[in-house]
């Protein structure tokens, strides 16, 4: 799993908040972080 710093994080923002209304980047965004929450959960499962 990639880590990102709060700079990286911040920059994200930034440039996500700038997007046209409607992009569809917004969407796969938000499909990739409900992913990464999936996998964290699941691995914290399997460490126990």
């Known amino acids: 799993m990639v880590e990102y710093s ?3 994080q911040a920059r994200v923002a930034d440039e996500v908040a700038v997007l046209p ?3 569809v ?3 796969w ?3 990739y972080a409900v ?3 999936q996998v964290l959960k699941c691995g914290s499962e399997l460490m126990g």
């Open 6 to 8: 709060r700079a990286e």
């Open 29 to 31: 965004l938000a499909d």
């Open 21 to 23: 209304e409607g992009a």
């Open 25 to 27: 980047i917004v969407g």
């Open 35 to 37: 992913l990464r929450a």
